[in-house]
Structures are given as C-alpha cells and as structure tokens.
C-alpha cells in the first residue's frame, strides 16, 4: 500500500527535487497553521492601509494549509506552484511594511528585517520551480 502511495505521487527524479518537494510542502502547512496559533504576530505586520486584517490573517493561512498539501498532488502541482507563488506576491507588502517600519518590531533587528524581503524571492523561485517540469514529470511524460 505505501508502494503504491509512494507512486501516486508521481515524485521528480533526484532527491534534492524529492526533498525540496516534501520541504514546501511542509512549509506552507505549518506557516498556514501557525497563522491560527499565532495570529496577532499576522496581525501587527499587515499594513494599516491593508482592511479586513482579521480576515486576510486566516484566509490566507487557510490557502496555505491547502497549498501545502495541494503541491503533493501530480495533477495540482503544477496550479498549485502558481498559486503559492501568488499568495507569497500578494503578502509580500507586509514584509516591506515590516522593513519600513521597525520601530514596530523592536524585537527583530532591522538588518534582518531587510535581509527577509530579499529573502523573499527565494521563497517566490522555490514556488515557482514547482511550476516546472522537472517537478512535474508525470506531465512530461504524458
């Protein structure tokens, strides 16, 4: 049974894809829970400007959790990728509006307030590799 789970997943060659595959995977369900556990820290980096704060702090962690398991199915990888890489644009303000305003965050140095927006496109390539072929050799293939 776990054989045939294990292919179900129609996982890219290598272990570095294999790996950074579960890694996102893992990432975005445990960011989208903690947005649960944790929603004042959400809360305190939107920007002002930003409405419905309560709101965009769930609703975003929800697309997370679902991303997170999402990007292990074959036939969503590919749309998944995409999407992950949407939500990361779309709050990407709150990191620029943490940088921007570090007297807010007294608690995190501001060099590395900067050094997480640059941080950040990390995050945009690793969603976006989801995108490719070689995440998606099911596709390839077919």
């Avoid at 292919?7 to 790996?19: H, I, T």
């Avoid at 929603?39 to 679902?66: Q, R």
């Avoid at 995190?108 to 070689?134: E, G, N």
Wanted: hydrophobic share 55%; with cysteine; proline share 8%.
């Amino acid at each position: 049974m776990i054989k045939k789970l294990w292919a179900s997943l129609q996982l890219p060659e290598g272990w570095w894809r294999k790996l950074s595959l579960f890694a996102i995977s893992l990432f975005f369900i445990n960011v989208g829970v903690d947005h649960f556990v944790n929603p004042d820290f959400y809360l305190n980096i939107m920007p002002p400007s930003f409405p419905l704060h309560h709101e965009a702090v769930y609703i975003s962690g929800v697309f997370e959790i679902i991303g997170g398991i999402c990007i292990l199915i074959p036939s969503l990888r590919r749309f998944t990728g995409w999407g992950l890489l949407a939500l990361l644009v779309a709050v990407y303000p709150a990191n620029i509006y943490m940088a921007l305003n570090p007297e807010a965050f007294p608690e995190i140095p501001v060099v590395l307030l900067y050094i997480r927006l640059l941080f950040q496109f990390v995050f945009f390539y690793w969603a976006y590799s989801m995108t490719r072929d070689s995440f998606n050799p099911s596709l390839v293939n077919s």
